[in-house]
């Protein structure tokens, strides 16, 4: 993995996460226990602070960044998927979804089991509220999260916290 201080700013990284080797980590950055960061990941606490909590994964080639003195603040067992974007939000609350490629602006806030579609893009200070899913460019809620939802997104989540075990004491170069 690829871990850097910068300016006096030490990535802590909790116990039982892996960190793929083509990840990068800079900064003012915490990330939680058993969480998984995928291949090309880039978490970028230069400017501002990026605190990511317990078993959430941040899949590959995600981008991660803060604004100079803000803090970017993502949930407990969030899912980021493939390739998304999440600058300078609020708040990524607990248990939500990012759909791969999708792109989470400045100072937005999605709620506690969210789910932001594939490709969508959640604007500046936009609010997804708790528990509705939101598609589209710029991302509209469009129905609410139902309880089959949830059971299958929390086996999902545990899959990646079984994998960041998994991968860091199996993975190996050769």
């Not at 991302?139 to 086996?155: G, R």
Request: charged share 25%; with cysteine.
């Amino acid at each position: 993995m690829s871990v850097f201080e910068y300016k006096g700013q030490r990535p802590a990284i909790g116990v039982n996460c892996y960190v793929a080797e083509s990840a990068e980590v800079i900064g003012n950055v915490t990330i939680g226990r058993g969480c998984y960061i995928g291949p090309g990941a880039k978490i970028r606490g230069d400017y501002g602070k990026i605190v990511i909590g317990n078993e959430t994964a941040i899949e590959e080639n995600c981008v991660i960044h803060a604004r100079p003195g803000e803090t970017c603040t993502i949930g407990d067992m969030v899912t980021v998927g493939h390739s998304s974007v999440i600058h300078n939000v609020k708040l990524i609350d607990d248990f939500a979804v990012i759909g791969m490629a999708a792109v989470v602006s400045d100072y937005a806030v999605v709620g506690k089991w969210a789910a932001v579609g594939e490709g969508a893009v959640v604007k500046n200070r936009q609010e997804i509220p708790a528990e509705k899913i939101a598609v589209g460019v710029p991302a509209k809620v469009v129905s609410d999260i139902a309880s089959d939802y949830k059971n299958q997104w929390t086996k999902f989540k545990e899959i990646y916290v079984e994998l960041a075990k998994a991968y860091k004491d199996n993975l190996k170069r050769i």
